[in-house]
């Protein structure tokens, strides 16, 4: 069963689902916030996170 949370980029206030995959090997990167580049997330590891946009945030600048 794949559970999902919602998470909520500080920067620009966009809405994420969050899932996490298990994947055989490890693996390691970072995600970044799509509106504003924000980093969200860095991972280290054989959970993968999966981050879908649910609504767009405002991007401050
Ligand atoms: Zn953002």
Same mark, same amino acid.
Do not use: F, H
């Given at each position: 069963?794949?559970? *999902? @949370?919602? /998470?909520? $980029?500080? /920067? $620009? %206030? @966009? /809405?994420?689902?969050?899932?996490? =995959?298990?994947? @055989?090997?490890?693996?390691? !990167?970072?995600?970044?916030?799509? =509106? $504003? !580049? *924000?980093?969200?997330?860095?991972?280290?590891?054989?959970?993968?996170?999966?981050? %879908?946009? /649910?609504?767009? !945030?405002?991007?401050?600048?």
């Amino acid at each position: 069963m794949i559970t *999902a @949370s919602i /998470v909520t $980029c500080r /920067v $620009c %206030q @966009s /809405v994420y689902e969050r899932r996490t =995959v298990w994947i @055989s090997s490890r693996d390691s !990167g970072e995600k970044r916030c799509d =509106v $504003c !580049g *924000a980093l969200m997330e860095i991972w280290n590891g054989p959970k993968l996170p999966i981050y %879908q946009l /649910v609504k767009r !945030g405002k991007r401050e600048s």
